[in-house]
T-cell receptor
């Protein structure tokens, strides 16, 4: 079993829909990262969380340390949000990566 | 700030050749990370440096891979000799601390024929 699991693996939605991507982990962590990788390949760090919730524009990230679970939400989704979203947890000086969720937003 | 700079952006080489990838971290960032991304294995941490010193190189696949950081503004990842299975996108990232957000470079897409 992978230490970091993301769901769903693939998600296709219509423009405007509310999107939720989930990340569950099985190890003790000091922080959790959400990153975005566009079709062109560039990786952008979206959030780093150790507790609670963070918001940036239409993106919201939450983490529940007790349940070892984090969610990334996108409100009013747009085709330009189409990308792979990657969850990574920091545990014992290592960064353990999820496999990513491929999101496609159709106009 | 220009962000993390990597060069070259694309490299095509033949099996057996030496390949050198370059990275300039964001000024003031004390941590530098080298990652490799493939379809099969996703993102893998190869090695990271703190203040120019290699801290963890357990992700380096084998002796053909070596990384150096001669100063705070420059790092190299070298593959010698290269093999087709080394074909991947290699990312460099930097951060101000081990638990801080990492800023990624644009990556180097390496193809070994």
């Amino acid at each position: 079993k992978n230490e970091v699991e993301q769901s769903p693996q693939n998600l296709t939605a219509q423009e405007g829909e509310f999107i939720t991507i989930n990340c569950s982990y099985s190890v003790g962590i000091s922080a959790l990262h959400w990153l975005q990788q566009h079709p062109g390949g560039g990786i952008v760090s979206l959030f780093m969380l150790s507790s609670g919730k963070k918001k940036h524009g239409r993106l919201i990230a939450t983490i529940n340390i007790q349940e070892k679970h984090s969610s990334l939400h996108i409100t009013a989704s747009h085709p330009r949000d189409s990308a792979v979203y990657i969850c990574a947890v920091r545990s014992n000086y290592q960064l353990i990566w999820g496999a990513g969720t491929k999101l496609i937003i159709k106009p | 700030d220009a962000g993390v700079i990597q060069s070259p952006r694309h490299e095509v080489t033949e099996m057996g050749q030496e390949v050198t990838l370059r990275c300039k971290p964001i000024s003031g960032h004390d941590y530098l990370f080298w990652y490799r991304q493939t379809m099969m294995r996703g993102l893998e941490l190869l090695i990271y440096f703190n203040n120019n010193v290699p801290i963890d190189d357990s992700g380096m696949p084998e002796d053909r891979f070596s990384a150096k950081m001669p100063n705070a503004s420059f790092s190299t990842l070298k593959i010698q000799p290269s093999e087709p299975r080394d074909s991947a996108v290699y990312f460099c990232a930097s951060s101000i601390g081990p638990y801080n957000e990492q800023f990624f470079g644009p990556g180097t897409r390496l193809t070994v024929l």
